[in-house]
């Protein structure tokens, strides 16, 4: 599974390797979001995190919208492993 720490797990914005003159830092900054994810293989709870932007990081909500969004993305990715 590969998660790609440079785009927004939402959206898939490609974050800045670095910043420029004029650049809006709020939308180009990686926030993160974490939830508690049941690993498949091995039956156990694990803390995940994905780093999103800050468009995505407020629409997403609160802490337990991030914790479902974050079970949902893993969720997808483990389901598709098993294709």
């Not at 994810?37 to 156990?44: H, L, M, S, Y």
């Amino acid at each position: 599974m590969n998660i790609d720490p440079s785009r927004c797990a939402r959206c898939e914005k490609e974050f800045p390797t670095h910043f420029q003159r004029g650049m809006a830092l709020e939308d180009n900054t990686r926030l993160d979001v974490t939830g508690p994810v049941k690993n498949p293989a091995t039956g156990q709870e694990e803390v995940k995190v994905l780093f999103v932007c800050q468009p995505c990081r407020v629409a997403i909500g609160g802490w337990r919208e991030s914790e479902r969004f974050v079970q949902g993305y893993y969720a997808k990715q483990y389901a598709d492993q098993q294709r």
